[in-house]
């Protein structure tokens, strides 16, 4: 059974970075799209970033353009969300999904199927 484990959550001052990965097990079929999303106490699951991974294309949360970079190593099975200058409001629980629908690749929750079981990121002021 296809399993992603996610790694690298932490707790971080406002303006550090940290990295996340995640690491699937072999895929029967190779996904269509990654993301990663993310739910803060109170709030609802919300998309991050997302990359289609037939040519690379990326997607951002406005919240996150130009602070996050989602990558993906093929070879590996890990996907990977460089997080830099991490400010307060970042602090979640990352979750990592794999989607085999083929629509936009614009981490909208519904279209995955599979999901980790989250990392927690803590940013302090």
């Known amino acids: 059974q296809v399993q992603l484990v996610e790694s690298g959550g932490g707790s971080v001052q406002a303006g550090g970075s940290l990295r996340l990965s995640c690491a699937a097990s072999r895929y029967p079929y190779k996904p269509y799209c990654m993301g990663w999303f993310r739910q803060a106490p109170g709030k609802e699951r919300e ?5 289609y991974t ?3 294309s990326t997607y951002y949360d406005d919240s996150v353009k130009g602070r996050f970079t989602i990558s993906q190593d093929n070879a590996k099975n890990t996907l990977y969300l460089q997080m830099n200058s ?4 970042d602090t979640a629980i990352y979750y990592c999904a794999a989607s085999w629908v083929v629509r936009p690749c614009i981490a909208t929750a519904p279209d995955f199927n ?3 079981q ?4 803590t940013v302090s002021s």
Request: glycine content about 32%.
């Open 86 to 89: 991490l400010k307060p409001e």
């Open 47 to 51: 998309g991050v970033a997302s990359i």
């Open 118 to 121: 989250g990392t927690q990121v």
């Open 114 to 116: 599979l999901w980790g």
């Open 54 to 56: 037939g040519g690379g």
